[in-house]
């Protein structure tokens, strides 16, 4: 009876709804459709009504089903909303009703994965680029001729997204100085504070500014990052539980001055000062607190955090160092793969609910575990060297919870990542001619 009901609906017909419902996945909609299209789609097919029509005693369930989706029904109705999507998308095509979005930092790891992901949702994207030089792995995206619009901006220079952010729904603002280290110097606090702090906080709120001026811009999402948070209290004990709250005190930065503290201050610093900014002007702003970044990428260099995760592999010893100094400031090595961060950015911009910092990790790892999972995927002689460490357990839970609790959920795990990060590089090595890791 249910079956023929559905299959009688517009959009539905000839789909094989038996099979629709064993290939169930609630991440289709954040990856075919985007949570905000979502609503679009039920909308536009007056899905309230058709839920009173076969599900009247259901009708209340949409709602917070859609957030949590914990019911079988509920994902019954996500995917039949993705079934219904196909028609409705090319009807939302029609009707002009994709979003714009700034993408600050394209040229990057995430920056450009984060376009090739809006692009790929039906978006239309403005992508700011210091460099035009260096985007040509932007202009061949699917969407990307008729989509994207490269804009050249940089931090330093002030009104310099004016532009780009000019009728933009949305901006991420992805882009960061990435500078870990400072010459040896006397007054090095003087010169972090002048030639590293305050222009990040400077470049950030100029970016705000124009997000202000620009009147169109309904929410900005920044990208912060896991070193601006701690896994120890004050007397240096782990914490169980590293939550957003966890931020590390801007003086034990200092005072310690550990491995890359001088990005450590700007990101803390800038965060800070953008959600000071963003209170005073009554801009939205949501924070994305990024772990660790790894899978497959765009650039046309292998990324840092890619770079980064290899080190036990590849034996680069500046690179194990930063591994290590991230390792011991957490207790872990907190990862993500790259399409969930950047499904995590696209799904903070478009939650109503969202608001605040969230951290952004799939599962963390000792670094036994991490070499244990590096060697399964790359059994070489510097990861077996390593692979003798006993697995010990994870002292402080680096907790993604908030953001689940919004209803994000990820798509791959530890195992994914790597797989996904080796065989990416790897192919990517022998496509260029080179040796292998
Ligand atoms: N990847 C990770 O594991 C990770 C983890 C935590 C947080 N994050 C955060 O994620 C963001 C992106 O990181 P990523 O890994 O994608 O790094 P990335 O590949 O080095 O990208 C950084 C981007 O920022 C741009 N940029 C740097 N200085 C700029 C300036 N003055 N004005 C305008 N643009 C500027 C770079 O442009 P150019 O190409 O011209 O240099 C580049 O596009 C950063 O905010 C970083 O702090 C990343």
Redesign the pocket.
Known sequence: MLKESLQALPGVAGVDIDSELRNISTSYISDVIGPRNFIKVIEAYEFGHFMATIFPQEEELLPSAYVNNQQPITIFLLRLCLVRATGAAEQMEESKVELTYCV????????SWLVKSLLQRGCRVHA????PA?CLHLLSLAGGDERLMLFK????QEGSFDEAVKGCDGVFH?????EFSVPEKENVGNYVRSRIVDPAIK?TLNLLNACLNAKSVKRVVL?S???TMTAKDDAGNWLPIVDESCQTPIDRVWNTKTNGWVYVLA?LLTEDAAFQFAQEKGIDLVSII????AGPFL?PMV???VQVLLSPITGDSRLSQILSAVHSRMGSVALVHIEDICSAHIFLMENARAEGRYICCTQSCVMSELVHHLAMEYPCSNVQRLLKQEHGSVPSEISSRKLRDLGFTYKYGVPDIIKHTINYHEARKQRSGTEQI
């Open positions: 600050t930092g394209a040229t990057g790891y995430i920056g700011t680029v210091r460099n260096k901006a940089d931090l330093h992805v882009a960061a100085s990435m470049g990208t990052s896991i070193s990101k990024t772990t660790t970044v650039t990324p840092l955090s």
